[in-house]
């Protein structure tokens, strides 16, 4: 070869060596930035059906023998169950570590979002150990649907019959208030070898989170009917400082904010309507849209849902996400419940997509010792990938104050719980507040006599209180000329409580967590092995958080109320059948509360943000703790110091004041059951929970003022 020739090929070969020992060094340092540890297989013995092992906490209250209807045929299907996997401690841990540092401003990781591929690689469960469960998922003779990306859910099908065989619970027929449905009648079993990477069945039963939307009170303290004020967006972007936003042109365009959902809305001309008539429709970038998101591979879970009970919820969600960013996308992404909830189903397809929505809504909760610990880890782990994605999840803290076991009851008997969807690491929890200018006798200081011809009639800000509907609320006590709410000679013992309809388990909810993981002892109360989610490190610390080792919820509020002093969201919800003709003035229109409208809208304030910062922030919780540690906080956030989240209860369960003492022979006992207030303890008062200055489990860190939280984000990075 001459010469010339064999240099040439030395130095070709050099090169390539080189692009060799380059790659070899990105992957290192990829590894390495990651910080993931190898996928140890946890599965190391045989499959042994004979030994098993118990998935405890995963039985519903309901399924008992006063509902029981009897077993289900074992030819009935059910369709799209989801198997709750989970990763080994190390590569948990592992995970928790690099999502610190992707919203830590000083890490070489900073915003290095992941894929949902490069997530289920770097911090999935072992191939082989995914591999394993998908056997014997055949091998009893299921259809495995989907393994989702992430390696941590499974979509399977199969018959009554089937799970009976591999998972050793019956499936029952139940009827409860009125509604047919079916459960498993005890924990599921499942062999032991599979116990170190299952962590449960999520879906074995129809019970599914419910909707956090209060509908338009027919009382208020006092008032008159033509006392009531409507919030409209024009008052919205007034009172947080929205309109500065706009002005400064942050209108979300460009963003995408998925409200997730298991209801299409009713009519998509609602929507138009709501921007058209109250100002928003001048904002030419904003869309609505329709999704049925489908997993990455395998059978489709996802089918149109059509219009269901939750169709005004859709419709909210879609109208005050786009209040909040006009020029956003607004994606409404439906799924039709099976055994899995659909609003769950939408976000795994969405989160294991290869180009997720930047911003996710979610307007449903359960407690978390109703939802049980299956449901709860898959609500934690979905949230988890989300943030590693760059996703920011938002979800309605609830509308039952502190006792989200007691939702719809007229009277709360379970303690303190929190809802399992709201309570993760992974999402903002949002609270609810009301405005405080009827209880203060300062209404015409805030709200003008006339309205704008977008129907805005707000000043200015508006002093905050929590929201609160119950007998138990100090304020409405004390407003009704009553030194206290709990007791028989208190507000809630009064006959003016019962016909107003004040006994009621009604507020912004907040809590510590408390029964994220392991079983009740007593249904839906926190007993037994519960353990509530760690305290994450950013709240850790925060000025008026508690040293109680565990996360704590709500983050933020906005205003939730559906009447109880005057005000409430208004809303084009046009279905004859539940809603009302958006035609005329908005006061004609339907019109709402509950925390499902404060999630929507900082989604959409989320959106604002994304715009300034050119793209996706992942977990916005960290970034505001450490805004309301700093020196811009009193302009950031509105503190709430007044009022509370009390609901009134009856029983000994963190409830004080519900004996009958002072009852009047002539008085039923039944119009006194639900005199006590929520409390920390029953043996004396201290309400669950009080406003206060700095962070407080009412709402949180308060509200927020938009505009100063878009421009000052930076500094909580």
Not at 131 to 137: A, F, I, M
Request: charged residues 15%; glycine residues 12%.
């Amino acid at each position: 070869m001459p010469e010339t020739s064999r240099g040439k090929s030395f130095l070709i070969s050099m090169w390539r060596c080189c692009v060799v020992i380059f790659a070899v060094m990105s992957a290192l340092l990829a590894q390495t930035a990651w910080a993931a540890p190898p996928a140890r297989v946890l599965i190391t013995r045989p499959i042994d059906t004979g030994r098993l092992y118990t998935l405890a906490g995963n039985t519903r209250s309901e399924a008992n023998a006063q509902n029981d209807r009897g077993r289900v045929a074992d030819a009935l299907a059910m369709d799209h169950m989801l198997l709750q996997l989970q990763r080994s401690p190390e590569r948990e841990q592992a995970l928790r570590d690099y999502i610190d540092r992707q919203h830590d401003s000083t890490s070489p990781d900073f915003h290095k979002w992941l894929t949902a591929a490069e997530f289920g690689q770097m911090y999935g469960p072992s191939p082989l150990d995914i591999e394993r469960v998908t056997g014997w998922l055949r091998s009893g003779g299921f259809t495995v649907n989907t393994v989702y990306p992430s390696g941590m859910s499974i979509d399977f099908s199969g018959t009554a019959g089937q799970v009976l065989a591999a998972f050793h619970t019956e499936i029952h027929r139940l009827s409860v208030d009125g509604k047919e449905h079916i459960a498993n009648m005890r924990d599921p079993r499942i062999p032991e070898a599979l116990g170190p990477v299952v962590a449960g069945v999520v879906s074995l039963h129809d019970f599914h989170p419910h909707s956090m939307r209060k509908p338009r009170a027919q009382y208020a303290v006092g008032a008159a009917a033509d006392k009531f004020q409507l919030v409209a967006p024009a008052d919205l972007a007034t009172i947080y400082n929205l309109s500065a936003a706009f002005s400064a042109g942050y209108t979300g365009k460009g963003q995408t904010i998925a409200v997730l959902e298991d209801s299409d809305v009713y009519r998509a001309a609602d929507w138009n309507t709501f921007r058209s008539v109250l100002g928003l429709s001048g904002y030419t970038s904003g869309s609505l849209v329709a999704s049925h998101p489908l997993p990455p591979t395998g059978l489709s879970n996802c089918s149109d849902p059509g219009f269901t009970e939750d169709d005004i919820e859709a419709t909210l969600d879609a109208e005050w996400a786009s209040a909040a960013a006009p020029d956003a996308t607004i994606e409404v992404a439906a799924c039709k419940d099976t055994v899995t909830f659909g609003v769950l189903t939408a976000m795994q397809n969405l989160v294991n997509s290869s180009s997720p929505p930047q911003i996710l809504s979610v307007s449903y909760g359960e407690c978390e010792a109703g939802n049980g610990a299956a449901a709860n880890a898959a609500s934690n782990f979905a949230g988890q990938q989300a943030v590693a994605e760059g996703v920011s999840v938002y979800v309605a803290a609830g509308d039952e104050g502190a006792a989200s076991c007691d939702a719809f009851a007229s009277v709360a008997t379970h303690g303190i719980g929190v809802s399992g969807v709201a309570s993760t690491p992974y999402n903002v929890a949002v609270g609810g507040t009301d405005f405080a200018d009827t209880y203060q006798g300062t209404t015409a200081t805030y709200w003008s006599l006339s309205n704008s011809p977008t129907y805005g009639s707000a000043l200015s800000y508006i002093p905050e209180i929590p929201w609160n509907d119950s007998c138990a609320s100090s304020l409405l006590a004390d407003f009704n000329k009553y030194s206290v709410g709990y007791g028989a000679s208190g507000f809630c013992g009064s006959r003016l409580a019962l016909l107003s309809g004040n006994l009621a388990v009604g507020a912004g909810s907040g809590g510590p967590s408390g029964c994220a993981t392991g079983a009740p002892t007593a249904n839906l109360m926190v007993s037994g092995s519960c353990q509530g989610y760690a305290k994450p490190a950013w709240q850790a610390g925060a000025s008026g958080n508690p040293n109680d080792g565990v996360r704590d919820i709500p983050d933020v509020s906005l205003f939730a109320s559906n009447g109880v002093w005057y005000h409430y969201y208004v809303v084009c919800f046009s279905d004859p059948e539940s809603g009302a003709p958006c035609d005329g003035p908005p006061v004609d229109w339907g019109g709402a509360g509950g925390t499902s409208f404060a999630s929507p809208i900082m989604a959409g304030i989320q959106a604002l943000v994304n715009q300034k910062m050119g793209g996706p922030q992942g977990n916005p919780a960290p970034v505001y703790y450490k805004l309301a540690a700093g020196s811009m906080a009193s302009s950031v956030f509105h503190s709430i110091t007044m009022g509370d989240i009390a609901v009134n209860c009856s029983g000994d369960i963190s409830c004080f004041g519900s004996g009958f003492e002072g009852r009047g022979r002539e008085t039923p006992v039944t119009e006194f059951i639900g005199n006590g207030a929520l409390s920390t303890t029953s043996q004396t008062y201290t309400p669950a929970f009080a406003a206060a200055t700095g962070w407080n489990f009412a709402t949180g860190l308060g509200s927020v003022d938009a505009y100063n939280l878009i421009m000052n984000w930076t500094s909580g990075q």
